[in-house]
């Protein structure tokens, strides 16, 4: 029976694509024999699972008091539950399960080997060291290049200077910030001087007068006239309204004296006239109510005199309160000036420190980048790394280069190419 031609078509469309599968599946399979398994390194984080077949049920039964999460320890051990210490040795992870089942057949007693898993959950980290930008350990992750392990330390170091022009422009803004800074401060210290000295003019110190600094002198110094002038008119115009007032009180008593003397003559003669009235009275000559109008008279001039008295007093003691508040004004403005211009002294000093210590910074920059321009040339030919390995129980340092596949636990170290390369033993198959 013949085949239409469609259907031949077809069934040999399907042939081919079988024929090429099988080759697929066997390639894969000369390439995954030919890779060596992973060797259970310590630090190695696995996670055990055990099952066992149970005839009588017909299902599997997980033992997870014997399984969880295990790390191998330095020593290449393992601890698990009924069997104890069990030594990895050079086991991968499918050697090691095995070993795990035929313990576990042999402890229990099991007619059955069981069935147990080991999956590796983490791999010891790799070392980064030398001339990376954050040395320290990173977790490897399978098919991992020496490459991509120095992207995760950051990449190749590069010192500051490396900023290059940008960080000697931002160190000398900073000085031209530091010495108008300066300027302001010395001004203000000037002003401050004159105030606490009672000057009349404010004299600017010699440094705001350079012509390097007359532009920004100018307006630095028409500021701080205009604040002494506005400072010295207010002290002004209160030292000569409390003089003033003490003036009034003065004036005041002055007067109050004037009318202590005049009452002290009036109560005399009325004291006279009282007198030669009594004498009258006694001889019957004057009548009693004459008597009686003089010492009401009398009486009216020794209360006036009394309260000129106490006006006196007062105007006294408003005259003392107002020379302490002018001396207490006195006292309040040099306490006040002498503070900001200590505090003003401090702020100078630490502006010229902070001056000094920018400017050897701004030196060492300009020495950093010129050593960098030097260096040039043999940073532009890139790093040699270098992988610290365990073979054995030793410790072998193998050349390698950016595609280098790395294992767990490798050290991996960046230097800067130099004229003469260091001797290191061949280059670092990937498939090792």
């Known amino acids: 029976m013949r085949l239409p031609i469609k259907e031949t078509a077809f069934r040999a469309r399907l042939i081919a694509l079988a024929g090429v599968g099988l080759a697929f599946f066997a390639l894969s399979g000369a390439t995954l024999a030919q890779a060596e398994p992973y060797r259970l390194a310590p630090q190695t984080r696995l996670r055990l699972s055990v099952v066992q077949f149970m005839p ?69 980290p790799v070392y980064m060291v030398g001339n990376v930008k954050t040395p320290g350990q990173y977790q490897f992750r399978p098919g991992m290049m ?16 490396q900023g290059g022009q940008s960080e000697t422009i931002k160190l000398q803004g900073d000085l031209q910030d530091i010495a108008a800074d300066i300027l302001r401060t010395s001004a203000r210290i000037a002003r401050l001087q004159a105030e606490l000295a009672g000057a009349k003019q404010l004299q600017l110190p010699p440094e705001l007068t350079k012509a390097s600094a007359a532009a920004a002198a100018g307006e630095i110094a028409t500021q701080e006239q205009t604040i002494f002038t506005a400072r010295t008119n207010e002290l002004n115009r209160q030292t000569t309204s409390l003089s003033e007032l003490g003036d009034l009180y003065l004036a005041e008593i002055d007067v109050l004296q004037q009318k202590s003397k005049a009452l002290d003559q009036q109560v005399a ?5 009282l007198a030669g009235v009594t004498s009258l009275v006694q001889k019957g000559v004057a009548t009693v109510s004459r008597r009686s109008d003089l ?38 403005r040099r306490t006040e000036v002498s503070l900001a211009l200590q505090g003003e002294q401090t702020n100078l000093e630490r502006l010229q420190l902070r001056q000094t210590t920018t400017l050897r910074v701004l030196r060492q920059a300009n020495e950093l980048i010129a050593n960098e321009k030097q260096s040039e040339v043999v940073k532009a030919r890139g790093p040699v790394f270098s992988i610290v390995r365990q073979v054995n129980g030793a410790s072998e340092e193998i050349a390698a280069s950016e595609a280098t596949s790395l294992m767990p636990g490798d050290l991996v170290k960046v230097a800067l190419s130099l004229d003469t390369a260091p001797t290191a033993t061949p280059a670092l198959d990937p498939a090792q």
Do not use: C, H
């Open 56 to 124: 009588s049920r017909g299902e599997f039964q997980r033992w997870d008091a014997l399984g969880g999460e295990v790390v191998v320890s330095p020593e290449g051990n393992i601890l698990l539950p009924v069997l104890g210490s069990v030594t990895v040795g050079n086991l991968d992870a499918a050697g090691l399960a095995a070993e795990i089942a035929k313990r576990l057949q042999a402890k229990i007693g099991l007619v059955d080997l069981p069935d147990a898993t080991v999956e590796i959950v983490e791999y010891p």
């Open 146 to 161: 020496v490459l991509q392990a120095m992207a995760l330390a950051g990449g190749e170091f590069r010192s500051e200077s």
């Open 269 to 273: 003669q009325s004291e006279e006239e």
């Open 295 to 332: 010492e009401r008279t009398l009486a009216g001039l020794r209360s006036d005199r009394l309260d000129n008295t106490i006006a006196t007093m007062t105007a006294r003691q408003d005259l003392n309160e107002s020379k302490r508040n002018l001396a207490k004004l006195q006292d309040d």
